[in-house]
């Protein structure tokens, strides 16, 4: 079938309206009003949410100083910000007991900073982009980077009113071209764009290790006066995670009564029954946990991965029309468990080249390797750069990296090993016998009970993100051979999609046609755009893509 699609043009296309993203439009317009002489480049920025925000999440805690050089003015244009940090703790969990450090790790102190809501700053900078004479367009999902003799050219939109099997309905409404003399890719984690880019443009990633992930799963509670202070913040190491896997929590007091709690799992786990969203129910069945929510109303809930490889796993920048920034750049402090601050650094370290490429009318590669260049000489580079080992310290488990983060400090970042060598995620899981051959025991999933009003199910859980997908689409998770899921996978893993999502997409079934034999079930309208799946499948198979623009979480205060 010809499609007959529409073809818009523009100078910046601006993939992702998160914190990199809006950070690039503010300041090109900061910066072409103090130089009137050059004309404003025209910027296309668009979102795959419903509204800008809807799928940010984040725990999260905020250095404020990529934010004080974009709008130096914040606190008096009333930034949503929740509180100032007020208190820091580090705990160790035992399952029956919490140690308090009686010392905090210089990383993890946190005064200066900021607990936020991400979806909430993330609406707040778009009134300020917005005040600036730039539009926003929520709803638009890119489906297509779109590259012509190595060159980004632009991308094309997910195509909206197609049934099942993919045949147009009565309201079909083909996606569009937009070309843009370059196209930035600011979509967030492991982005269907940007896994794209690498895949169409292997010189992005040639010169990197693989990419390690966290899945992070959070609920946001309103709990009751006199339970923790606003601006508390608390991280926990220990208990649930097993001590060869890398992991943690924490738990933030967005005010005296609301709270934001989350846990994060590792996705190199050997284990193929790794439960991100189960080991954090279970984590809050801790006492030390339960005497914050217990007697609460939990309100909101989400889960997204989060890029923690470092400095070493980054891609290469630029392209010939590409630039990449934020999280699609793997830009997050994994010792400091940071990254909105980098992210709005490199959407401003962006604009200036831009700025520069639009002076003289100059969008080459030669102009955009300027973005390289300044992020080489910034704050952002020199912060990563000391903590470019800090995951890989943990390879040994817990103790291990511990000491080693510890060398790490003293030794401006190198420690023990520099440059330590890493397979992708999914390459650390184990087989079930393999598994039972190197621990002793097959794998045991974590087994908590489901009460619904404290610990709850997926289910229960995704209802309280606002996730909504129209039914009658192609599924947005796309496998590449069902036969290896129900056969092969079944038996040498055990299905471990079924596990590792945090959102009910995946479940075995019974098999009418094959009795005593189950089958893959997919229910992609639970899906929480966290792409856990498309990093952790053993198999690689399953591949996220963009489903109609404005579907997905809808998250608030989150």
């Known amino acids: 079938m010809t499609v007959e699609r529409d073809i818009l043009e523009t100078d910046i296309l601006i993939v992702g309206a998160g914190p990199a993203g809006l950070a690039l439009a503010y300041h090109l317009a900061t910066l072409a009003e103090r130089d009137n002489s050059v004309s404003r480049p025209e910027i296309l920025l668009m979102d795959k949410g419903s509204y800008v925000g809807a ?10 100083r990529g934010l004080a050089e974009l709008i130096p003015d914040f606190k008096e244009r009333e930034a949503p910000l929740s509180a100032p940090v007020s208190a820091d703790s580090f705990v160790f969990l035992t399952a029956n007991g919490a140690l308090k450090s009686p010392f905090m790790p210089p990383p993890l102190k946190n005064h200066g900073n900021y607990v936020i809501s991400l979806n909430k700053l993330t609406g707040w900078m778009t009134q300020q982009v917005v005040a600036k004479g730039f539009d926003v367009y929520a709803g638009m999902a890119g489906f297509d980077l779109l590259v012509e003799n190595g060159r980004v050219t632009g991308i094309q939109t997910v195509d909206m009113g197609l049934d099942k099997d993919g045949t147009p309905r009565s309201n079909f409404e083909p996606g569009s071209i937009i070309k843009a003399k370059v196209t930035v890719l600011a979509e967030g984690v492991h982005g269907s764009l940007t896994r794209q880019a690498f895949e169409k443009i292997p010189e992005l990633t040639r010169d990197s290790l693989p990419q390690s992930y966290l899945t992070g799963v959070k609920e946001v509670w309103e709990v009751p006066k006199g339970r923790i202070k606003a601006g508390e913040v608390i991280h926990t190491v220990g208990w649930p995670q097993p001590r060869h896997e890398y992991g943690g929590g924490w738990i933030y007091g967005m005010s005296e009564t609301m709270v934001s709690i989350g846990y994060a799992v590792g996705l190199d786990s050997p284990d193929p029954t790794n439960d991100p969203h189960g080991k954090f129910q279970l984590y809050k069945t801790h ?6 929510l217990e007697g609460g109303t939990m309100l909101h809930y989400g889960a997204k991965t989060t890029p923690v490889g470092g400095y070493y796993s980054m891609p290469k920048l630029y392209h010939d029309g590409l630039l990449l920034c934020g999280d699609s750049a793997g830009m997050l402090n994994a010792r400091k468990l940071k990254g909105v601050h980098l992210a709005i650094k490199s959407g401003m370290l962006a604009a200036e080249a831009l700025f520069e490429a639009a002076r003289s009318s100059d969008y080459s590669t030669a102009m955009l390797a300027k973005y390289q260049s300044n992020f080489d000489s910034s704050w952002a580079r020199k912060e990563l750069y000391e903590v470019r ?14 000491i080693h ?27 079930i016998a393999d598994y039972q051959k190197r ?6 999933k974590v087994a908590v009970k489901f009460d619904n009003s404290y610990t709850f199910d997926k289910v229960t859980d995704v209802y309280k993100s606002g996730t909504m997908h129209e039914e009658h689409q192609p599924s947005h998770l796309v496998i590449a051979d069902l036969d290896i899921c129900n056969n092969r996978c079944s038996e040498e893993y055990g299905n471990p999609c079924q596990h590792f999502c945090p959102a009910s997409v995946y479940n075995m079934v019974d098999d009418a046609g094959r009795p005593g034999r189950k089958k893959l079930e997919l229910t992609p309208s ?21 489903p109609q623009g404005g579907e997905g979480p809808n998250y608030t205060n989150c």
């Open 55 to 64: 799928h940010a999440m984040s725990g999260a805690v905020m250095d404020p």
């Open 439 to 444: 621990f002793g025991r097959p794998p045991q």
């Open 287 to 292: 006492s030390f946990i339960r005497r914050i």
């Open 526 to 546: 639970n899906c929480v755009h966290c792409k856990t799946c498309d990093i952790a499948d053993p198999y690689q198979i399953i591949r996220w893509v963009v």
């Open 405 to 431: 983060a510890g060398l790490q400090i003293v030794t401006g970042g190198r420690g023990l090993f520099d440059r330590r060598r890493h397979k992708a995620d999914s390459a650390y899981m184990m087989k």
């Open 389 to 402: 080992n800090f995951h890989a310290a943990f390879e040994g488990g817990l103790w291990a990296g511990m």
